[in-house]
């Protein structure tokens, strides 16, 4: 459907040849047009302002993807699931991710709007899709953010301790059955906020920095530690197959209880399975495509920003991982701080200490990088009516939904503050498969709807591509825990109550359509 603007700031207004209304527009699949989606961009009170390049982007990608991840991620499945063979296990899951990335890059360089997945669907699912996935992404990008916050206060305390400054036990948050405010966490989220309201070229100024040093301590990790492999442990490679450990009821993989398949751990199923596990250290590329109407080239830059990020952390990762377990056997490294111990261990603690102040520091672009993503869905879901429009107001001096930031970033700080780490880590990935699965789709469906727009990026092979992409994800959703599952459907039936009494009524498409009835439009 192309749609035209009324006057600034109200729904938009038919254009010189209005188009058939037809049930599908009226109904929850109603699609919003490219052009329209454009258009938006492009009123004053809701334009963001373009100050990102292709480098930048790349930054973004790498400063969200590379969190603690690379330093106790790789060697915890190591000793648990894949031995040395987890190297491997990245690769799967880059392979997965790059299947996603390409269909991210064509929709990014057609659709350059804020909202990354939220957007793709409402251009070709149609509008209850989009709010489904725009839901799905507010959650988990604000627990996201909170994990990581809870995560870099621990870091955080963990150095004042070693010289001497201790933070009290009611202000170090909720752990060990002990509750309290985590006041680090907090803090660093209320600060993010203020600089992410500033303006994008100071966040992606202040992400460069970061990003800078955490890089450099994982390269000087990853130099050092070469010369400190001993190739006897990477022997056997890939250890023999053993029955997977996992518990019973919801906490089994979901496809355990559906088929009755018992994951193993080691063996080749157990590099598989292990894959399952490590893809989520690259949570986040996804991110990238949020941030492209506030690009200057977003046709060019935004494909080069996702493929960019993705191939260098999947580098680090892997690079990473064949050192960790080169420096140590598998079987006896630690769970919580493997690499840091296995420096320890092969007697070089200064590197254990550059290793947590690297993680400390590299969570702080994390943090912020999570909270823009999360700004963006919010901020283009407020404009397209689906969320109040006062959220969708833009600061007139430096070009930021400044409104939805402040608004976000205090729920989140709150959040954190009061919440156990455990409890949130288990809520925050099943949203990154499903906007996977609905991005594949969509790029299909966009393909033959509108095969005359204009694709900066194609995504190579359609549909086999997507396909792969689609049935990748959906692999990695079954061996999550069924309780995932359970907490994931009961957000979405209640996005689904918020927008059958506000949404569908209250969307800028809603009213245009109205309008259109109203002025004696026909189907």
């Known amino acids: 459907m192309s749609t035209q603007h009324g006057p600034r700031g109200q729904a938009p207004g038919p254009g010189p040849h209005p188009p058939r209304i037809t049930r599908r527009d009226r109904g929850v699949l109603r699609t919003k047009s490219i052009e329209q989606s454009i258009q938006d961009t492009e009123e004053p009170e809701h334009a963001l302002k373009k100050s990102l390049s292709a480098l930048d982007l790349t930054v973004f990608g790498v400063g969200v993807v590379i969190g603690t991840g690379i330093f106790v991620l790789t060697g915890k499945i190591a000793k648990e699931q894949a031995g040395p063979a987890v190297a491997l296990s990245f690769v799967i899951a880059g392979v997965v991710c790059a299947l996603a990335a ?199 830059d935004v494909p080069r920003g996702i493929l960019g990020s993705l191939a260098i952390c999947t580098l680090l990762y892997v690079a990473v991982s064949i050192v960790v377990t080169g420096m140590e056997k598998y079987y006896r490294l630690t769970v919580d701080a493997p690499l840091a111990d296995a420096f320890k261990h092969v007697g070089y603690p200064f590197f254990a200490g550059l290793i947590s102040f690297g993680a400390a520091v590299g969570l702080t672009s994390v943090c912020m990088i999570l909270l823009l993503g999360q700004s963006r869905v919010f901020f283009a879901m407020s404009r397209d009516g689906l969320l109040p429009q006062v959220f969708s107001r833009v600061h007139p001096k430096f070009g930021t939904p400044h409104r939805s930031t402040i608004v976000l970033g205090a729920v989140v700080a709150v959040v954190s503050g009061f919440t156990s780490i455990d409890v949130l880590a288990e809520l925050v990935n099943i949203g990154t498969l499903f906007a996977f699965v609905v991005v594949a789709v969509g790029v299909v469906l966009l393909r033959r709807s509108r095969p005359d727009l204009p694709r900066a990026f194609r995504t190579p092979f359609v549909p086999v591509v997507p396909v792969l992409s689609v049935l990748a994800s959906l692999w990695l959703m079954l061996n999550l825990p069924a309780e995932t599952w359970v907490r994931f459907a009961i957000w979405m039936a209640a996005g689904f109550v918020v927008y059958f009494l506000y949404g569908r009524r209250n969307s800028r498409l809603a009213r245009y359509l109205r309008e259109r009835d109203a002025a004696g439009a026909r189907p």
């Open 102 to 300: 390409l269909c991210y890059a064509e929709f990014a360089s057609t659709v350059p709007v804020a909202g990354s997945a939220y957007t793709f669907a409402y251009a070709s699912l149609g509008e209850l899709p989009a709010w489904i996935i725009g839901w799905d992404l507010i959650l988990e990008l604000a627990l996201g953010c909170a994990v990581v916050a809870v995560g870099w206060s621990g870091y955080v305390r963990s150095l004042l301790d070693s010289v001497g400054v201790h933070v009290p036990a009611a202000l170090s948050g909720s752990h060990g059955g002990h509750f309290g405010f985590d006041l680090l966490a907090c803090v660093l989220v209320l600060v993010i906020t203020a600089v992410l309201v500033l303006g994008m070229k100071l966040s992606s100024q202040v992400t460069t920095v970061v990003v800078g040093v955490k890089v450099t301590v994982v390269l000087l990790v990853i130099i050092a530690g070469a010369f400190l492999i001993s190739p006897e442990n990477y022997r056997p490679f890939i250890p023999p197959s053993r029955p997977s450990a996992v518990g019973g009821g919801l906490a089994a993989p979901l496809s355990q209880l559906m088929f009755g398949f018992t994951p193993s751990d080691f063996g080749v199923m157990g590099v598989f399975a292990a894959a399952a596990v490590v893809f989520f250290a690259f949570i986040g590329f996804d991110i990238v495509a949020t941030a492209a109407e506030e690009t200057r080239v977003p046709q060019r």
